[in-house]
């Protein structure tokens, strides 16, 4: 009643007063600085949200530091540069020669490079950056650390020397290559050791530098004219320029993720730098997607990892420089993995988890695209979405005052096919993966493995047709039966009875054996696929053509054989066991119906129903245990319950007898839905009235009853 109380109250509010609420996209985190200095900044995230950078010490000296759990690590060195999925941290040190060296850390250690600085890492541990020769001289080169070798990636055709600051999980690097003689100096692309020169955007000549490379091969850096710079994009050899801050002259890129999101800083029409969000053809400040009463001011923005986090440097409300972390005030989860909008298309039912950053926020929702600001649902559980749907969702702060939403999400869930068997072969579909559009065809093929027998389909198919084709208009569940023969071998005097008796026994069937002495002999032991001396057997027909073997001895002298049969649904024992007994040796037999079914009475040797049954051994008997035999209905899922022509039923009882299905709406008043064969111990019947009526009950009744 409290949640829905809050509820009532935000949603009045929205509507009397829509402009007191400021939207919002970022929430931003202070990542300070180390223990008593005052300046920081952050220059790359990896996807867990680790941030390194380089902060200010007590003695005003830069250390690199490594950002995680919201504690600042100081790593000891001058400036970390870049971070990997693994948390493993590059830069560059100073020596205590005074010489630049570049370092690897990784699990706690720090690796020495060698000269002069490391800028990039990807996830495979490559790591990039570039030394001086002779310095202090014009020979610098870009080079490539991998497998403890570095290697000088060389220079641009004609040119004299290199730097190299970005390389993807494809090991493509970027950089600067650049000619003294000539002064020129243009971004480059290094893939499988070719080294292209991406040139520079139009009226901006004079100079290109590439900074960042995301997995797509697409390229952010900046082209420079004579009084200012643009952040170019550079994706399958074209450079696009990504233009400017309204009333701003320049700006430059400096990080992208996976999903082509870009950032870096740009002019604005004060000529103050901020850092900007580059996301779908526009270019967008990010002090306007932050709480308007943060104090904040973001200057620079230099890494975005594939969940959107930012990175960067700003003034802080204190008037500090420090290290700044952007995290999405509302995030959508589909499946674990943030939505990249504004389209989602899922194969089956997704698990749907919505997200803020507000401390204590509150998430209201829609799955119809309607404002979820008035009638939205109160978001407190990841949910499932099974079906297509337009989301929206707007998130509010505890205090009411700020707000943050997330443009429609159109989610469409594409139907899927689970195509299985118990056993005994193999389900192909074609096409194998789909994506399954509306009202396309898969055909399903139902191949037996050696010794096997393609006996049935159930499911969203039935009968035996194979191939079979489904029209794929909602998610689809088939299942294939195959089934295999039983053979006997008999030696001695006797036999085996078996039940059920049947041409063949699907992939799993339970078979009751019962080893029947002739007079004069015992049962001794089974063979082949069936092992022990007792008898009633349970046999689990999971191997083709299994032959079951009997053995059968003579009696000896005052000796007497007991054999014990089930026909129905149950078992029997006796107390104590064995294949022969002396004259006159009591014994004790019992009946055990199965669940649901019910002990009948005794036949053979023996008559009544007084269970357990006390029989004295003064001759060889065969005494057989009656069960009932009522077959049970089932509608559990996959196979069964409500699909698109009604209800489905699932019924388990006698192979080949025929049962009719009534329903019933009050349990007194029985109507026939139908009539089916179960040919092979399992049949599925649908009512298609089935989904018609509140409140349904069904039975089933056997023909021969």
């Not at 070719?194 to 091969?217: E, F, V, W």
């Not at 056993?423 to 096997?452: C, E, F, I, K, Q």
């Amino acid at each position: 009643m409290k949640l829905k109380t809050v509820v009532a109250g935000l949603a009045f509010l929205i509507m009397a007063d829509p402009v007191a609420f400021a939207q919002i996209t970022y929430w931003v985190t202070d990542l300070g600085a180390l223990p008593s200095g005052s300046y920081s900044t952050a220059s790359g995230i990896n996807n867990s949200g680790q941030v390194v950078g380089y902060a200010s010490t007590s003695s005003g000296a830069g250390h690199a530091f490594l950002y995680s759990g919201g504690i600042m690590t100081d790593l000891g060195a001058t400036e970390a540069t870049g971070i990997n999925n693994s948390g493993q941290v590059v830069g560059w040190a100073t020596t205590s020669s005074g010489a630049s060296h570049a370092f690897l850390y990784s699990g706690g250690i720090m690796t020495d490079l060698g000269t002069t600085e490391a800028t990039g890492i990807n996830n495979s541990g490559q790591v990039v950056g570039f030394y001086v020769v002779g310095y202090p001289s014009d020979k610098i080169y870009a080079w490539l650390y991998s497998g403890g070798v570095r290697t000088n990636l060389g220079n641009l055709p004609g040119g004299t020397g290199s730097y190299a600051y970005g390389i993807n999980d494809n090991g493509q690097v970027v950089g600067q290559g650049y000619n003294v003689s000539s002064g020129q100096q243009h971004a480059f692309l290094n893939s499988g050791g070719t080294m292209t020169d991406l040139g520079t955007l139009p009226g901006y000549p004079i100079s290109s530098i590439a900074y960042g490379i995301n997995n797509n091969g697409q390229v952010v850096g900046a082209s420079v004219a004579r009084t200012n710079s643009h952040a170019f994009l550079y994706s399958g050899s074209t450079m696009t320029d990504l233009g400017t801050l309204p009333g701003g002259t320049g700006g430059v890129a400096e990080g992208i993720n996976n999903s082509g999101q870009v950032v870096g800083y740009a002019s604005t029409s004060s000529g103050a730098g901020h850092a900007f969000l580059y996301s779908g053809g526009i270019m967008t400040d990010l002090n306007s997607l932050i709480p308007t009463n943060s104090s904040w001011t973001l200057g620079f923005a230099y890494g975005i990892n594939d969940n959107g986090q930012i990175v960067g440097q700003g003034t802080s409300p204190s008037g500090q420089t420090h290290a700044f972390l952007l995290t999405f005030t509302l995030v959508v989860l589909v499946d674990g993995q943030p939505a990249a909008g504004p389209q989602l298309v899922g194969r089956g039912p997704v698990t749907v988890t919505l997200v803020t950053a507000f401390p204590n926020g509150i998430i209201l929702y829609t799955l119809d695209g309607s404002d979820p600001r008035s009638g939205g649902s109160l978001y407190s559980h990841p949910f499932t979405l099974g079906q297509s749907g337009a989301l929206q969702a707007i998130a509010y702060s505890a205090d009411l005052t700020q707000s943050s939403g997330i443009d429609s999400l159109a989610v469409t869930i594409l139907p899927t096919l689970s195509a299985t068997t118990a056993g005994g072969g193999v389900v192909t579909v074609d096409p194998p993966d789909g994506a399954y559009l509306s009202n396309s065809v898969a055909v399903v093929t139902a191949t037996p493995s050696l010794g096997w027998t393609f006996l049935q389909w159930l499911g969203d198919l039935g009968g035996t047709n194979n191939p079979a084709s489904l029209t794929m208009t909602r998610n689809r569940c088939v299942q294939a039966v195959f089934g295999t023969g039983l053979t006997y071998n008999v030696i001695g005097s006797g036999s085996i009875a078996v039940a059920p008796l049947t041409g063949f026994y699907p992939y799993g069937t339970s078979v009751g054996l019962a080893a029947v002495p002739n007079a004069g002999s015992s049962f001794l032991q089974w063979g082949n696929a069936a092992s022990g001396t007792n008898s009633p057997l349970t046999l689990s027909v999971t191997n083709a053509n299994p032959t079951i073997g009997a053995v059968f001895t003579a009696l000896g002298a005052q000796q007497y054989s007991l054999a014990l049969t089930a026909n129905g649904a149950g078992g029997v024992t006796a107390s104590p066991y064995a294949n022969h007994y002396t004259n006159g040796q009591p014994v004790t037999v019992t009946a055990t119906p199965n669940a649901g079914q019910d002990f009948v009475g005794w036949s053979g040797d023996a008559a009544g129903a007084q269970n357990p049954l006390a029989v004295t051994m003064n001759a060889s008997k065969v005494i057989t245990a009656s069960f009932t035999k009522r077959p049970s209905l089932s509608a559990g899922t996959p196979l069964g319950g409500f699909v698109k022509d009604g209800f489905r039923l699932t019924l388990t009882g006698e192979f080949g007898a025929q049962y009719q299905i009534f329903d019933s709406t009050n349990l007194a008043d029985w109507i026939l839905a139908g009539t089916v064969t179960n040919t092979y111990g399992t049949i599925q019947f649908v009512d298609p009235a089935g989904t018609n009526r509140p409140a349904r009950f069904y039975r089933a009744l056997s023909l021969g009853q």
